[in-house]
């Protein structure tokens, strides 16, 4: 009885200690408003130049839909037009 006693006392012991040495979350650190504005300005001039740079710009579309470039000869643009609704294109244009 007195080592079922000891043992549960070492045992709530130790787990308050483990409690109070827990680390505390942190959180992700504060990017200053010049960083933010840095950031939000590379990010245009990524969107404008291309990822790879000198493209064309990526057209601003509405959250939830997709702009897919295609790049054909003009003998196969009515091919890929049809091709492309078939699949379930909304809007198809020629840039």
Excluded: F
């Excluded at 960083?35 to 959250?63: D, F, M, S, Y």
């Amino acid at each position: 009885m007195r080592t079922l006693l000891m043992a549960s006392l070492l045992t709530l012991s130790a787990l308050a200690l483990a409690q109070q040495q827990a680390p505390q979350p942190q959180s992700p650190p504060q990017q200053s408003a010049e960083e933010q504005a840095k950031q939000k300005e590379l990010q245009e001039r990524i969107r404008v130049e291309g990822a790879a740079g000198g493209t064309a710009p990526v057209p601003e579309v509405e959250p939830g839909v997709i702009c897919l470039r295609v790049r054909c000869t003009s003998e196969q643009e009515d091919g890929a037009g049809r091709q492309l609704q078939q699949t379930g294109a909304v809007n198809v244009k020629k840039l």
